[in-house]
């Protein structure tokens, strides 16, 4: 299993350019989810899905869309990108009903916006 | 709001020394407790967790205490070492309801242990 791996893994955008991350795992995971990384700030919680079809809100939506249309892939679009939302992007897998199954992570993207 | 509160910020300890660091909640409804470790470049990765119907779980060097009426918990390194040094973050886990499999998670303690 190649578990979570997430493309491209370092990329530069000019404000106002749209982009997608992308996510994908192979562990039939039900629960899927994108975070971004910021010095002080921990993980937060961008959006998130509980199965195809179904995706939420995390605590920092705006700015960035997500669909779920097949169970191993979770693409994160900015629609327009703003320096703001220089980070590192996290995509992040799991089973839902298992209690104690791990959240696995992928190896992250750095988006520098300039 | 921050459901979950972590501190400290960032730690330094010599090297087999005790590296404590703290967790706080206040949702009762969480029930399952990680502790995620991140390497420099890396994802974080699970290294223990808990549920609250147990108050220590211990794995090797790693132990959580958990105090479910203090709606705390903690993660304790023994005889840490330098390749313990990364960021640490606690998190929690609502099992029901619509924020099903979501993890709630601290801003993260940066952990150097010096040789």
């Given at each position: 299993n190649a578990g979570v791996t997430q493309t491209p893994k370092f990329q530069v955008l000019k404000t106002g350019q749209s982009m997608t991350l992308q996510c994908a795992q192979?562990?039939?995971?039900?629960y899927m989810s994108w975070y971004r990384q910021d010095p002080g700030m921990g993980l937060r919680l961008i959006h998130y899905s509980v199965g195809a079809g179904i995706t939420d809100q995390g605590e920092v939506p705006n700015g960035y869309n997500v669909s779920r249309s097949t169970t191993e892939d979770f693409p994160l679009r900015l629609l327009s990108a703003a320096p703001s939302q220089t980070s590192v992007y996290f995509c992040a897998s799991s089973y839902?009903?298992?209690?104690?199954e791990t959240q696995y992570f992928g190896p992250g993207t750095r988006l520098l916006v300039l | 709001q921050q459901q979950v509160k972590q501190s400290p910020q960032s730690l330094i300890v010599q090297k087999g020394g005790i590296s404590i660091i703290n967790c706080a909640y206040e949702?009762?409804?969480?029930d399952y407790f990680p502790w995620y470790q991140q390497f420099p470049g890396k994802g974080p990765a699970l290294l223990i967790a808990i549920r609250p119907d147990v108050s220590e779980k211990k794995e090797g060097r790693f132990t959580i205490s958990f105090n479910k009426s203090a709606k705390q918990f903690s993660l304790h390194i023994m005889d840490?070492?330098?390749?313990?040094?990364a960021t640490y973050f606690c998190a929690a886990r609502n099992e029901r309801g619509s924020t099903l499999g979501r993890l709630y998670f601290g801003r993260g303690t940066q952990l150097t242990v010096w040789p």
């Amino acid at each position: 299993n190649a578990g979570v791996t997430q493309t491209p893994k370092f990329q530069v955008l000019k404000t106002g350019q749209s982009m997608t991350l992308q996510c994908a795992q192979d562990m039939n995971h039900e629960y899927m989810s994108w975070y971004r990384q910021d010095p002080g700030m921990g993980l937060r919680l961008i959006h998130y899905s509980v199965g195809a079809g179904i995706t939420d809100q995390g605590e920092v939506p705006n700015g960035y869309n997500v669909s779920r249309s097949t169970t191993e892939d979770f693409p994160l679009r900015l629609l327009s990108a703003a320096p703001s939302q220089t980070s590192v992007y996290f995509c992040a897998s799991s089973y839902v009903r298992h209690v104690q199954e791990t959240q696995y992570f992928g190896p992250g993207t750095r988006l520098l916006v300039l | 709001q921050q459901q979950v509160k972590q501190s400290p910020q960032s730690l330094i300890v010599q090297k087999g020394g005790i590296s404590i660091i703290n967790c706080a909640y206040e949702n009762t409804a969480f029930d399952y407790f990680p502790w995620y470790q991140q390497f420099p470049g890396k994802g974080p990765a699970l290294l223990i967790a808990i549920r609250p119907d147990v108050s220590e779980k211990k794995e090797g060097r790693f132990t959580i205490s958990f105090n479910k009426s203090a709606k705390q918990f903690s993660l304790h390194i023994m005889d840490s070492q330098p390749g313990d040094s990364a960021t640490y973050f606690c998190a929690a886990r609502n099992e029901r309801g619509s924020t099903l499999g979501r993890l709630y998670f601290g801003r993260g303690t940066q952990l150097t242990v010096w040789p």
